[in-house]
């Protein structure tokens, strides 16, 4: 059995002061932690304070980014050590909007995924298609691609360790879930790519979340697949209520 895991990547949102807010509003609000992983990824900027509020609370912690190098002259980056010292235990690798708006390619994501990896943070690496790649029956092609190039040369023993995620690029923040057919087939096919890349254990163990519009509505059908293992929420994550009802929805 793999045990559902939510996370919620609150990406370029919320000051220091209005992330204590929502991390204390969410305290409140999940009430029931058992039976399901809970991340939250705040900016680097509100990791100290929330994870200060997370305290005791089974809740966990996570980066949204990492760099691969972990201390020298790289003006503005950010290291596992450091993250580690924080407090965070996950960091998400490869989103979409990294690969599309900062120059991220399956190269460094292999090595910002090795860099999680050796600093004992749990990586959860993305991967997915945009519209047009969808549009040109290219969804396998690149889900084949980010997923050979990204987890390129990892043992099967760290392989374990790592969560992936699907995330159709048309998706996101559009109010355009994929229907749960449509991410249970892809979530199949990388099962499948992770048995030729690795073994059957691995394919079979390896937790693989969806995400892209996750809302407290569509959570529960998208769960009932069987190779769908939890969440990962933007909008949704952003308010107390909404990501609650996620969490609590996503229990199988
Ligand atoms: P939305 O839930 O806002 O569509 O964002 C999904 C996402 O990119 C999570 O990483």
């Not at 209005?18 to 029931?32: F, G, H, P, T, Y």
């Not at 680097?44 to 994870?51: E, G, I, K, P, S």
């Not at 749960?180 to 079979?204: C, S, W, Y």
């Not at 529960?220 to 009802?245: E, H, N, R, T, Y």
Request: with cysteine.
């Amino acid at each position: 059995m793999r045990k559902p895991i939510i996370a919620g990547n609150w990406k370029l949102n919320k000051t220091p002061h209005e992330a204590i807010v929502l991390a204390n509003d969410l305290k409140r609000e999940i009430v029931d932690v058992a039976g399901v992983d809970i991340v939250l990824c705040p900016p680097f900027t509100a990791l100290a304070d929330v994870a200060d509020t997370l305290t005791d609370t089974g809740i966990a912690l996570g980066a949204q980014n990492i760099f691969w190098e972990d201390a020298g002259a790289f003006t503005g980056e950010i290291s596992g050590p450091m993250l580690k010292d924080l407090g965070v235990s996950y960091v998400i690798i490869g989103h979409s909007e990294r690969r599309q708006f900062f120059n991220e390619t399956n190269e460094t994501v292999n090595k910002r995924l090795r860099a999680a990896l050796k600093n004992g943070l749990a990586p959860i690496v993305c991967v997915g298609e945009n519209l047009a790649q969808r549009e040109s029956n290219k969804t396998f092609d690149i889900i084949k691609d980010h997923s050979e190039g990204s987890l390129s040369g990892l043992s099967s023993e760290e392989m374990k360790k790592v969560v992936l995620a699907y995330e159709p690029v048309w998706a996101i923040g559009t109010g355009k879930t994929a229907t749960p057919d449509q991410a249970q087939e892809v979530h199949v096919f990388i099962r499948q790519l992770l048995g030729k890349m690795f073994n059957t254990e691995i394919a079979n163990s390896v937790r693989i979340q969806y995400g892209g519009s996750v809302t407290p509505d569509n959570v529960v059908s998208l769960m009932a697949q069987a190779d769908i293992d939890g969440a990962l929420v933007g909008g949704a994550s952003l308010k107390a209520p909404s990501f609650a009802a996620i969490v609590k929805g996503a229990k199988k």
